[in-house]
Each structure stands twice: as C-alpha cells, then as structure tokens.
C-alpha cells in the first residue's frame, strides 16, 4: 500500500503583485482565520517524488507533473496526507494514463474543471477520501450561482416566450369573435362559416361572461335568487292544486 498526499498552494501566478498579495490576504482570513476556504492549487503525490495535477494549455493533455511541493508557479501552503492506495504502482501508471486522454487542456474551466476536480478524480480511482472542502469550495459556491443564474435567466425567458405567444392566440380569437360575431361583418375567405355562428355567439357571449366578471355575488344577491325560486315553485304548486280541483 502507498501512501496518497495532496500538496496545497496559494495561487499566486496572477502576474501582478497587488492581486497576488490579494489573494494570499483572502487565503488567510477565510482559510486561516475562520477555516472557510480560499484560492488553492492542488497536486496528489503517489508512488515517488512527483506531484500530479491538471492546469489549462491550448493543444495536449493538460495533466502534468512536477517535484512534490516545488510547483514553481505558486505558493507552498502545506501538505495532507489522504490515506493509502491498494492500488500498484502498474495499476496508478494506468491511471495517469486514463487521466491524461481524459483532461485534455484546453477544457480547463476556472469553476467547474479545475486542478482540484482533478485531484478529486484522480483520489476516487486510488480509492482514497477526497480532497478537504475548504480547498475547492469556493469554485464550488462561484460554478452553483452560476449555475442558478443561468437557469433562472432561462426559465425567466421561457415563460415570457409562452405568456406572448398565449397572449397572441387569445387576441386573434377574441378579434374574431368581435369581428365575425359582434360586428356581423361578411364572411371573408378563410374566415368561419356561417354554419358555425352559433357556436361563436355561444363562445363569444361565454368569453364576454368570464371577462365582464369581476365579483362574486353578494349574500343579499343570493337571498334575493333563493327567493325568487320559492316564489316560482309556490306559484307552480298553486297550479296544480287549482287543475286537480277542476277535475270532476
């Protein structure tokens, strides 16, 4: 069994001092002073002197390797020891090998294919626990609110898209209504028939009915209906009544 190590870094090959400087200052308050997370680069070290990682290049395998800790391109924060692999060094050489078809460079992406999804990977084939939260979390919360964004914006734009073309559909029926109902206006090519007008009177005056409608009916209404309705059956009863007296 080997032992499975992940060397940390500050990342800070940014070109400028000031955002360098930046950077380290962020790593230490939410990494070191309240153990949130930080801007890091990551390598895994297994089986020999060399730290494996991924980074972005234009053409080839952006999988690389280089002397353990000694990453010139940034800054040496600290090592963690992951675990142990019962993988042979035969069946890890395999593994780079997969690795390095399948992380070609020029898809490195800042949030979502970084060099610590690499490491993730890579420890998942070793079969050895992952990397600690805090060292990609902040890619992690950046990919999701991107990620939320982008889904909102979509959904935002569907659902415009949807309530126009509804929109569009209820003005041409209602235009027709108006035009071939309302206005009795001559049939036209194209137009309904005027076997059909009676059923655009029935959908026309069913349509005027739902939009016209703008309160429920009151209690007084309703007594008032209630009313009515006994006084007619009274009335029907009387009649009755009356034929049946009439009768010899």
Known sequence: MAEV?????????????????????INRIFKDGIGLGG??????????????????????????????????????????VLGKTDCTIFMVNQIFRELTREWPGHTYDLLSKNCNHFCDVLCERLGVPKLPGWVNRFAHAGDTALEVAETTAMRLKQAKTELLSASKV????????????????????????????????????????????????????????????NQEKKQSHDSEAKLFQQQP
């Open 39 to 80: 801007i890091f680069h990551s390598a895994i070290q297994v089986y020999g002197d060399d730290e494996w990682s991924y980074g972005y290049c234009e053409q080839g395998t952006g999988v690389f390797r280089c002397p353990s800790s000694k990453n010139p391109m940034y800054t040496y924060r600290e090592k963690i």
């Open 5 to 25: 190590v992940v060397h940390i870094y500050d990342v800070t090959n940014t070109g400028s001092e000031k955002t360098n400087s930046t950077i380290l200052q």
């Open 170 to 229: 209820a003005y041409r029926f209602l235009s027709s209504v108006t035009s071939n109902v309302t206005n009795g206006s001559p049939q036209q090519p194209g137009t309904v028939n005027s076997s059909d007008n009676g059923n655009l009177r029935m959908q026309g005056a069913w349509l005027k009915g739902m939009l016209n409608t703008s309160k429920p009916s009151t209690s007084t209404e309703i007594e008032n209906k209630d009313e009515d309705a």
